[in-house]
DNA sequence: CCGATGATGCGCT
DNA sequence: GCGCATCATCGGG
């Protein structure tokens, strides 16, 4: 796929007027683009996970915890969360109203543009490109917190509206290196059943011929 | 191939 | 100093 010049981004409101879960299902298959300084990058969304806010264990805000580094969570819905972890960035789209600290890690992609930039960013071969957070944010050349804040209406990170692919299955389950208590049901994690780009699938349950789209 | 383990940088949530 | 919404490597099967 060519890079796309001016292309019609999700608004605001696909991110508030409706449960963050539900959200994050309906992110599966939509275009993520990053006009990065040295060309365009990106690919299909495979994995997201929903994080609930102040009642939710697992997430940063759990409790009212609201500092320096989270702040962006607290913004309005469709702004840009960075975070660092253990020297990796993750890339979070802030969910709900204002102060209403909720959110979606974007954690895998299939790649789609500027996959030749994705691998000189990170060059590993195969399905390691981009399966992950950490991974997705170092093919797409960003090492910092600097586009923190901004509306994804208006920053070079975009999701797409259009060109959106659609999940065969959506596989739901337990979130990736949250440790909370047994009592709070973890089922918060939205994957492109048999996507070979999703986080720590294990090789025989890929759908290589279709990778788990309908189109 | 798959699960376990240690390295890692950043912000103190 | 420590905790962490992770990653790459190692070794058993």
Known sequence: MNPIENPQVLPASFFTGRPTTTIAADLLGKLLLYNS??????????????????????????????????D?????????????????????????????????????IQPAIGEDLM???????????????????????IHDTAMNYQPLTESNLKICRDFAKTPATIQQGERIGVRIGKDWQDNFRYVVKGNPYVSKIRKRETDLENDGWLN
């Open 119 to 141: 691998l000189r960013n990170r060059p590993r071969g195969g399905f390691e490109l981009t399966s992950g957070p950490g991974k997705l944010m170092q093919a797409f050349g």
């Open 72 to 108: 962006p969570l607290y913004g309005a819905p469709g702004t840009v969360y960075i975070y660092a972890i253990r020297g990796f960035y993750a890339f979070d789209v802030v969910t709900q109203a204002a102060d209403e600290p909720q959110g979606i890690l974007i954690r895998a």
């Open 37 to 70: 300084p040295a060309g365009q990058v990106g690919g299909y969304i495979v994995e997201a996970e929903a994080y609930l806010g102040t009642l939710d264990p697992g997430a940063h805000a759990f409790a009212g915890r609201h500092g320096k580094a989270n």
